[in-house]
């Protein structure tokens, strides 16, 4: 699709006026006016013919003009349902679906096959930052067909997805990513693209998914928690997490962490993937 044919920030206004929309906050809406930006996105997610795009929050819409372009098929799903008036003027397209939905309740699995057969998917999708994370843990949790994520997210997210263990920005979702995906920020971006605009700056990130995930585990939903919970209580040792949020008995856990070749009073946040690897399978053959 023709960058110039976006629609310019004036008549998105106009639009989005005209049908009584008010921006919300609490949904995380900004709009992305900038066709570089946009286009840039779409570079980032290598499109083609054989590609799939599901998106999370079109908003307005202005970045699925630019997937619908580009991909074969498109399925973008808003929770605001007041859009779906502003939708039905401005993103008129064969390959495009739009559901009304949370996209924490869609059973993305069944989407997947249900409408991409075939097509090499990719995620694709300026995220509302208040729900980042648990958006990006649902995606890697639930081991979608995809191929590729790509993602606008605060730039201070993109750094904790860069993080080192140890540093203050390390966190679940750190390893969530590294145990599927090769991560990769694409571009810094000003808070000045946004309609309105937010107070921090963002970033876009790739996130490539491996074939094979970076470590073998026994039981990887044992390791997502085991991960979650060490870093659900910061400055208690892993010990004291591992107890209190998997409830599990101290000796049990003890003998896990002795196992694995720690001592009961290591941070969760010093350690790194291989680590956490050796405790979900010690745990493992304990519970
Ligand atoms: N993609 C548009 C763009 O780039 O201009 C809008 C991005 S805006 C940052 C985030 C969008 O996600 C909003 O349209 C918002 O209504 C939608 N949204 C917020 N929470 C959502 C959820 N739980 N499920 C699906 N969409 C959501």
Do not use: W
């Not at 249900?114 to 208040?130: H, R, T």
Request: aromatic fraction near 6%; hydrophobic fraction near 40%.
């Amino acid at each position: 699709m023709d960058e110039k044919k976006l629609y310019s920030p004036r008549v998105m206004k106009d639009i989005l006026d005209r049908y009584g929309f008010k921006f919300s906050k609490s949904l995380g809406q900004n709009f992305l006016i900038d066709g570089n930006i946009i286009n840039k996105i779409a570079d980032t997610a290598e499109l083609d013919e054989n590609s799939g795009v599901l998106e999370i929050g079109p908003g307005f819409g202005t970045l699925t003009q630019v997937l619908c372009g580009r991909a074969k098929k498109v399925v973008a799903v808003e929770v605001d349902k007041s859009l779906e008036r502003v939708h039905k003027e401005t993103l008129n397209y064969d390959n495009l679906k739009i559901i009304y939905n949370d996209f924490m309740k869609v059973d993305v699995n069944k989407l997947i096959e249900e409408e991409f057969g075939g097509l090499d998917v990719k995620i694709v999708a300026n995220l509302p930052y208040y729900i980042t994370t648990p958006i990006i843990m649902k995606i890697l949790e639930e081991r979608y067909k995809i191929s590729k994520i790509v993602v606008m997210v605060q730039k201070e997210v993109a750094q904790r997805l860069n993080s080192a263990p140890g540093s203050k920005e390390y966190g679940a979702i750190t390893l969530a990513v590294q145990y599927r995906a090769d991560t990769n920020i694409a571009m810094i971006v000003p808070n000045s693209v946004f309609m309105p605009r937010p107070k921090v700056d963002s970033a876009v990130i790739e996130f490539n998914i491996l074939k094979e995930p970076r470590i073998k585990v026994e039981d990887e939903v044992l390791l997502f928690n085991v991960i979650k919970a060490s870093f659900g209580q910061r400055r208690k040792t892993l010990l004291n997490g591992l107890c209190n949020n998997l409830k599990l008995p101290k000796d049990t856990v003890k003998e896990a962490l002795a196992n694995a070749g720690m001592s009961p009073g290591i941070r969760g946040e010093t350690l790194n993937l291989d680590e956490f690897g050796r405790i979900a399978d010690e745990l493992k053959k304990l519970i």
